[in-house]
Nanobody, 125 residues
Framework: EVQLVESGGGLVQPGGSLRLSCAAS????????MTWVRQAPGKRLEPIST????????YYNESVRGRFTISQDSAKNTVYLQMNNLKPEDTGTYYC??????????????????WGQGTQVTVSS
């Protein structure tokens, strides 16, 4: 059974940091691209950051580039999203998702096959 379990969300003040984790199981981690997708209240799913299964390629949404860092620990089958200098507009539910990565490309959120349950991030003073 495929499982993606996110953790690490919470309430943080503007300028603060959080690290999200996504623990994967039930599939070959190294052959799947992993992505973080955000859904703000009343808005569409927004791709935030993606990492290839081999860790060689990454993508960042322009709105988070320079503030967020995606990484993976293949020994733990876990993907991380380090979020620094958080802004109120970063508020939303963050989902981890996975898809078989045959060739590196930036995909739309709905192209991903497996999804976690989401973790809430609220940036507010």
């Amino acid at each position: 059974e495929v499982q993606l379990v996110e953790s690490g969300g919470g309430l943080v003040q503007p300028g603060g940091s959080l690290r999200l984790s996504c623990a994967a199981s039930g599939f070959t981690f190294s052959s799947h691209d992993m992505t973080w997708v955000r859904q703000a209240p009343g808005k569409r799913l927004e791709p935030i950051s993606t990492i290839s299964g081999n860790g060689r390629f990454t993508y960042y949404n322009e709105s988070v580039r320079g503030r967020f860092t995606i990484s993976q620990d293949s020994a733990k089958n876990t993907v991380y999203l380090q979020m620094n200098n958080l802004k109120p507009e970063d508020t939303g539910t963050y989902y981890c998702a996975a898809v078989v990565g045959v060739r590196w490309t930036v995909r739309a959120p709905l192209e991903y096959d497996y999804w976690g349950q989401g973790t809430q991030v609220t940036v507010s003073s």
